[in-house]
């Protein structure tokens, strides 16, 4: 009997235990939900506690990734509630639209007054405009732009007006030629004489120079591809009017290209890579020459210097210059200039600059011209620091003079500003001696040369007789520029003319005796060149 108890009591302890290990159970009731869709409304009984999910899975309603379904589908349901679906879909759809050209209109002193000349004609340009469009349970909700791409650009309309010349005409020897508007004009004889060469509007003024016996013109013209592209393009023009532009097939110059004096219709030109970040190239420090046939016909380049590393600030570039005869090459970079082999590209320095640390995107190239005799550099070096400063830091400037022949360096104006650009006459006799004079720009605020307006002086060659012959006393000086000498002399000038660019305006100046005289007055030229 005592065992019978105890195993009666152990099997109601363990019918105890199993009992409570079980979960409790809750009888579970349904609710009843609506579930608004494509334009109706359908009633639904679910289990309580059920999603929204589980809703659209019982009424077998899929939806798509943009639909809109309110409350989320995560959201447990309660009875009663409404779940409504908003059906989305978006369409893309492209449009052709014209961009119009626009209208310039440029006035000229060289046509007669009241004259109307096309330079160039305006056409549409073209874009693709691709938009998305939102539709909410076929109802248009939105229409955005969702990208645009150019297929054409507009080219604009130019139109040249003819205006009164105020100035009396200058006889003027050799051939002039300036640029103005983007455009290349020609004056030969007389400042009266003007016609133009290019006008296609897009001349870059990065190079502007004619060859030796003026017959042809070295230029640049911006690029229609993007900048970071392709920067510009090299082009010649015959200077007689009679044919059209012709491309080099040269692009990307914008610190050096030039006639080769000692070769025949040859050019020298040096390139850089074009780059998105500021100042949108990196230099190749390279050099090519080509030669030009006759009515401008290009032959392959031959390269002379190879791409390099350019020394001290070399991202920027090295220029180049050659003597009057063409049988020296200079170069000229941040950090010194030097003389290039003709034969072989090799570099030689003649002197060490140091480097101005400008703290910018830009770096500073000295201002370097060859004297008339053609053993004689004149050009700008980075003078010392007034007190104990970084000498790349030092605001201060001034003009020097290195011969050749006696490897002697001499200074001749000390702070000119940094950009001095001295330029050399031609080489004439004087006093049964053969000499020429020597111009360059002196800053009005010398330590802060890089904003400072200039003022024009001409010396002798070794410095002596200095006189400011631009502009006139208390007038506002110039802005920086290499002063152009007259390649002959004018019969009854005190001394060789020299242009210059003020205000946007041609002006010749008469070296003798500082008389000056305004020959344009349309504000638009840029650059000059005359041989």
């Given at each position: 009997?005592?065992?019978?108890?105890?195993h009666?009591?152990f099997?109601?302890?363990?019918?105890?235990?199993l009992?409570?290990?079980?979960?409790?159970?809750?009888?579970?009731?349904?609710?009843?939900?609506?579930?608004k869709?494509?334009?109706?409304?359908?009633?639904?009984?679910?289990p309580?506690?059920?999603?929204?999910?589980?809703?659209?899975?019982?009424?077998?309603?899929?939806?798509?990734?943009?639909?809109?379904?309110?409350?989320?589908?995560?959201?447990?349901?309660?009875?009663?509630?409404?779940?409504?679906?908003?059906?989305?879909?978006?369409?893309?759809?492209?449009?052709?639209?014209?961009?119009?050209?626009?209208h310039q209109?440029?006035?000229?002193?060289?046509?007669?007054?009241?004259?109307i000349?096309?330079?160039?004609?305006g056409?549409?340009?073209?874009?693709?405009?691709?938009?998305?469009r939102?539709?909410?349970?076929?109802?248009?909700?939105t229409?955005?732009?969702?990208?645009?791409?150019?297929l054409?650009?507009?080219?604009?309309?130019?139109?040249?007006?003819?205006v009164q010349?105020?100035?009396?005409?200058?006889?003027?020897?050799?051939?002039?030629?300036?640029?103005?508007?983007?455009?290349?004009?020609?004056?030969?004889?007389?400042?009266?004489?003007?016609r133009?060469?290019?006008?296609?509007?897009?001349?870059?003024?990065?190079i502007?120079?004619?060859?030796?016996?003026?017959?042809?013109?070295?230029?640049?013209?911006?690029?229609?591809?993007?900048?970071?592209?392709?920067?510009?393009?090299?082009?010649?023009?015959?200077t007689?009017?009679?044919?059209?532009?012709?491309?080099?097939?040269?692009?990307?110059?914008?610190h050096?290209?030039?006639?080769?004096?000692?070769?025949?219709?040859?050019?020298?030109?040096?390139?850089?890579?074009?780059r998105?970040?500021?100042?949108g190239?990196?230099?190749?420090?390279?050099?090519?020459?080509?030669?030009?046939?006759?009515?401008?016909?290009?032959?392959?380049?031959?390269?002379?210097?190879?791409?390099?590393?350019?020394?001290?600030?070399?991202?920027?570039?090295?220029?180049f210059?050659?003597?009057?005869?063409?049988?020296?090459?200079?170069?000229?970079?941040?950090?010194?200039?030097g003389?290039?082999?003709?034969?072989?590209?090799?570099?030689?320095?003649?002197?060490?600059?140091?480097?101005?640390?400008?703290?910018?995107?830009?770096?500073?190239l000295?201002?370097?011209?060859?004297?008339?005799?053609?053993?004689?550099?004149?050009?700008?070096?980075?003078?010392?620091?007034?007190?104990?400063?970084?000498?790349?830091?030092?605001p201060y400037?001034?003009?020097?003079?290195?011969?050749?022949?006696?490897?002697?360096?001499?200074?001749?104006?000390?702070?000119?500003?940094?950009?001095?650009?001295p330029?050399?006459?031609?080489?004439?006799?004087?006093?049964?001696?053969?000499?020429?004079?020597?111009?360059?720009?002196?800053?009005i605020?010398?330590?802060?040369?890089e904003?400072?307006?200039?003022?024009?002086?001409?010396?002798?060659?070794?410095?002596?007789?200095?006189?400011?012959?631009?502009?006139?006393?208390?007038?506002?000086?110039?802005?920086?520029?290499?002063?152009?000498?007259?390649?002959?002399?004018?019969?009854?000038?005190?001394?060789?003319?020299l242009?210059?660019?003020?205000?946007?305006?041609?002006?010749?100046?008469?070296?003798?005796?500082?008389?000056?005289?305004?020959?344009?007055?349309?504000?638009?030229?840029?650059?000059?060149?005359?041989?």
């Open positions: 009997m005592k065992i019978f108890r105890t009666f009591i099997l109601l302890s363990i019918g105890l235990l009992v409570s290990c079980q979960s409790p159970q809750v009888s579970q009731g349904n609710i009843t939900v609506s579930i869709a494509d334009g109706q409304t359908q009633p639904l009984d679910l309580a506690g059920s999603t929204v999910g589980d809703a659209l899975a019982a009424a077998d309603i899929t939806t798509g990734n943009l639909d809109k379904i309110t409350p989320p589908v995560y959201a447990i349901l309660s009875d009663g509630d409404a779940i409504q679906i908003v059906r989305v879909r978006e369409e893309f759809e492209t449009e052709d639209v014209v961009i119009p050209f626009e209109v440029v006035r000229n002193e060289s046509l007669p007054e009241g004259e000349r096309l330079i160039q004609p056409s549409n340009g073209k874009q693709e405009i691709t938009y998305r939102v539709y909410e349970d076929g109802v248009e909700t229409k955005s732009v969702v990208k645009t791409v150019i054409q650009d507009a080219v604009p309309e130019i139109m040249m007006v003819g010349a105020a100035f009396a005409p200058l006889q003027i020897p050799g051939k002039l030629a300036y640029l103005a508007g983007g455009n290349a004009w020609l004056m030969e004889g007389s400042t009266s004489n003007r133009p060469l290019v006008t296609t509007g897009d001349l870059d003024g990065r502007f120079a004619l060859s030796p016996d003026g017959s042809l013109l070295l230029f640049t013209r911006k690029s229609k591809k993007p900048a970071d592209q392709e920067i510009n393009t090299l082009w010649v023009v015959s007689d009017g009679k044919t059209a532009p012709i491309s080099l097939g040269a692009a990307n110059i914008v050096f290209a030039a006639w080769v004096p000692s070769a025949h219709f040859s050019v020298a030109y040096s390139t850089v890579e074009p998105a970040q500021a100042p190239w990196q230099a190749n420090n390279n050099l090519f020459i080509m030669r030009v046939g006759l009515g401008g016909t290009p032959f392959k380049p031959r390269e002379l210097i190879e791409t390099n590393f350019g020394g001290a600030y070399g991202w920027w570039g090295t220029t210059a050659y003597s009057p005869g063409g049988s020296l090459l200079a170069y000229i970079r941040p950090d010194g200039i003389l290039v082999n003709l034969e072989d590209g090799s570099l030689h320095p003649l002197l060490d600059i140091t480097p101005l640390q400008t703290r910018s995107d830009w770096a500073w000295p201002g370097l011209s060859w004297g008339a005799d053609g053993r004689t550099l004149y050009f700008v070096t980075h003078a010392p620091p007034p007190s104990l400063v970084n000498p790349e830091d030092s400037f001034d003009l020097s003079a290195a011969s050749l022949a006696s490897a002697a360096t001499v200074d001749l104006a000390q702070q000119t500003g940094m950009f001095a650009y330029s050399a006459s031609r080489e004439q006799e004087i006093e049964a001696e053969k000499s020429y004079r020597v111009a360059f720009l002196q800053a605020f010398p330590a802060q040369s904003t400072s307006r200039y003022r024009v002086v001409v010396m002798d060659r070794d410095g002596s007789n200095r006189q400011v012959v631009f502009p006139p006393k208390d007038s506002p000086g110039l802005d920086p520029q290499t002063p152009v000498w007259a390649p002959q002399a004018v019969q009854g000038q005190m001394g060789d003319f242009a210059l660019v003020y205000q946007g305006n041609l002006w010749l100046v008469d070296t003798g005796n500082a008389q000056s005289w305004q020959v344009t007055g349309d504000g638009l030229i840029s650059r000059i060149v005359w041989k």
